[in-house]
T-cell receptor, first 113, second 113 residues
Framework: DVKVTQSSRYLVKRTGEKVFLECVQD?????MFWYRQDPGLGLRLIYF???????EKGDIPEGYSVSREKKERFSLILESASTNQTSMYLC?????????????FGNGTRLTV | GQQLNQSPQSMFIQEGEDVSMNCTSS?????WLWYKQEPGEGPVLLIA?????ELTSNGRLTAQFGITRKDSFLNISASIPSDVGIYFC?????????????FGTGTRLKVLA
């Protein structure tokens, strides 16, 4: 089974703090994604990566950055946390552009700022 | 960001009843995915569909990829209390030179024993 692990289930941070959300997958997947999930807004893509050291902006990248130094690990960084970044953050991965490679999610990190 | 139209938004049903929900879009997708999410958890993949007309089952769950490639439905037969949760669809689309997932708004299911 695919396993996508997010390092923290719950985080509480103060405004202005730098926040790191870590995600690791164990299936050698090329693609990794960071979403945030908010009531009434559904899942919104923040950033994604198709390869090591590669990153692409999603629909709502403002206030965030990412790092992918190793294939299995994709980190989301909030440079200076703000209250409007309180949300559920979901990491996901899948394998390349293969037709038969569905998106698998981690358990989520609920961040309160 | 873009979201798929998913209906119903929520439903209360009696244990043992069958449930049906669907997602529609004006865009054509090459993959449909169905997920279940429980409170405080990440989405769990239920069924993946890859071809128009495809009908796939996973236990009491059955999903179909619409012939027009613009819709999909999920059926749950003989519902049980542990079916409670939020179900949502996701469609995979190739746009602007990259693959992108669009998510449904979710169907909140409550099962009355």
């Amino acid at each position: 089974d695919v396993k996508v692990t997010q390092s923290s289930r719950y985080l509480v941070k103060r405004t202005g703090e730098k926040v790191f959300l870590e995600c690791v997958q164990d299936m050698d997947h090329e693609n990794m994604f960071w979403y945030r999930q908010d009531p009434g807004l559904g899942l919104r893509l923040i950033y994604f990566s198709y390869d090591v050291k590669m990153k692409e902006k999603g629909d709502i990248p403002e206030g965030y950055s990412v790092s992918r130094e190793k294939k299995e690990r994709f980190s989301l960084i909030l440079e200076s946390a703000s209250t409007n970044q309180t949300s559920m953050y979901l990491c996901a991965s899948n394998g390349g552009s293969s037709y038969n490679s569905p998106l698998h999610f981690g358990n989520g990190t609920r961040l309160t700022v | 960001g873009q979201q798929l139209n998913q209906s119903p938004q929520s439903m209360f049903i009696q244990e043992g009843e069958d449930v049906s929900m669907n997602c529609t879009s004006s865009s054509i997708f090459n993959t449909w995915l169905w997920y279940k999410q429980e409170p405080g958890e990440g989405p769990v993949l239920l069924i993946a569909l890859y071809k128009a007309g495809e009908l796939t089952s996973n236990g009491r769950l059955t999903a179909q990829f619409g012939i027009t490639r613009k819709d999909s439905f999920l059926n749950i037969s003989a519902s049980i209390p542990s079916d409670v949760g939020i179900y949502f669809c996701a469609g995979r689309i190739f746009t602007s030179g990259t693959y992108k997932y669009i998510f449904g708004t979710g169907t909140r299911l409550k099962v009355l024993a």
